[in-house]
C-alpha cells in the first residue's frame, strides 16, 4: 500500500491521501481520508458507480474520518487505477474478485477481521455480493440507491452475448479530445445520468488525462461495452437471501430505483435489511443536501460499533 498526501480539492472537506493497491494481475487506487483518532481499529471501504470514481465520495468520506479510516476506492478501469489487459473485459464478478483480495490483501487489521461497505450503485452491487460470499469479512453494509445486479430473462441470454461480442470485435471508436477540464465537465452534465455543475466538476477533476492539446477520459472504454452475460432474476434473488450482514439500503427520492416494481421481493431477501427514503437524485450522497445521507451512513456504522 502506498500513500501520498494530496491537496484537498474544492468542496471535498478534509485532506485525505491518494493510495495505489497492488493486487496479483491488477492495481488499484483510491483515497484515503485518514482517522481523526486511533480508537477504531475497523476500515469503512467506499465503492462508487459506474463511469465515476473515487472523488463520488468526497463529501460523505470526510464526515465518516472521525474515529475510522476511510477509503474510496476506484474501480478497474475507473479513476487511477489499472485498467484489464487486452482480450478482456469488465465482468461484474471480476469487480467482487477484486474487492476480495483487496480485502484479504490490504485490510486485515481488525480484531475480527471485518470491514464496513458503502457502495454506491455499481459499487452497491458489488458489495452486496462480496456480502454474500463473505460474511465473515463484512460488519455492515450500506447501499446507496443500489440493491443488486441488473437481471435479464434466460430467453435474453443470447441476444446479450452476441452484442457484447459484437462490440468487442468492433472496438470503441476514436476518444473524444476536450479542450480543457472545463469542458468536459460540462459534457459529463448532461450525461446518461445528469449531475450538478459542482457534482460533475468534482468527479471529472479525476476522471481526465491529458492527450496532446486536450483531455481525454481515463476510463477504460471498454467499460461502455454490454456485458457478456448477466444473471436472471432468480439467480439475484438467490444471492440477495445469502447476504447475512446488517444493511442499511438508501433509496433516492428521484433517484434510478424510485419507480421499480420488483424492490420489494429484493429487499424482503435480505435478512436483516432496513430500507430509508433520503431527498435527491442518483448521485443523493455527492450533489445537493447530502445531510440526510451523511446522517443515515453515519447513525447505521456507529450503531453498536
Known amino acids: 500500500m502506498n500513500d501520498t498526501v494530496l491537496d484537498t480539492p474544492p468542496d471535498a472537506g478534509l485532506a485525505h491521501r491518494e493510495i495505489d493497491w497492488p493486487l496479483r494481475h491488477i492495481t488499484l487506487a483510491g483515497l484515503h481520508w485518514p482517522a481523526a483518532s486511533t480508537t477504531n481499529d475497523r476500515p469503512i471501504l467506499m465503492l462508487h458507480g459506474w463511469l465515476d470514481n473515487a472523488l463520488s465520495f468526497a463529501r460523505l ?3 465518516l474520518c472521525g474515529a475510522r479510516d476511510v477509503y474510496s476506492i476506484d474501480l478497474a478501469g475507473h479513476g487511477h487505477s489499472g485498467h484489464r489487459p487486452p482480450g ?3 465482468l461484474l464478478m471480476d469487480y467482487v474478485a477484486d474487492l476480495a483480495e483487496l480485502v484479504e490483501t490490504h485490510f486485515n487489521k481488525a480484531e475480527d477481521g ?3 461497505l458503502v457502495g454506491h450503485s455499481l459499487g452497491g452491487i458489488v458489495s452486496v455480493l462480496y456480502a454474500a460470499a463473505f460474511p ?3 460488519r455492515r453494509l450500506v ?9 435479464r430473462k434466460p430467453d435474453e441470454v443470447i441476444g446479450q452475448m452476441r452484442k ?21 465537465a460540462k459534457a459529463r452534465e448532461g450525461g446518461m445520468i445528469p449531475l450538478s455543475p459542482p457534482a460533475a466538476r468534482m468527479l471529472v477533476s479525476r476522471s481526465m488525462k491529458p492527450s496532446g492539446e486536450g483531455f481525454v477520459w481515463r476510463a477504460d472504454p471498454r467499460l461502455r461495452h ?28 428521484k433517484g434510478l430505483l424510485a419507480s421499480r416494481p420488483d424492490l420489494g421481493s429484493r429487499t424482503n431477501a435480505i435478512a436483516e435489511l432496513d430500507l430509508m427514503e433520503v431527498p435527491g437524485g442518483h448521485h443523493c ?4 443536501d447530502v445531510g440526510p445521507v451523511v446522517d443515515a451512513v453515519r447513525g447505521f456504522l456507529d450503531d453498536a460499533e
Do not use: N, W
Open 61 to 63: 468520506a470526510p464526515e
Open 88 to 90: 478482456q473485459g469488465y
Open 114 to 116: 471485518r470491514i464496513d
Open 136 to 138: 465473515e469479512r463484512v
Open 143 to 151: 447501499m446507496i440507491d443500489s440493491i443488486g445486479p441488473i437481471s
Open 164 to 184: 457484447a461480442i459484437t462490440k468487442r470485435m468492433t472496438g470503441s471508436g476514436k476518444p473524444v479530445v476536450y479542450p480543457d477540464i472545463a469542458a468536459a
Open 226 to 253: 454490454p456485458s457478456m452475460i448477466m444473471m436472471d432474476e432468480a439467480q439475484v434473488m438467490a444471492c440477495l437471501e445469502k447476504v447475512v450482514t446488517p444493511t442499511h439500503f438508501l433509496r433516492a427520492e
Open 285 to 288: 450522497h455527492l450533489e445537493g
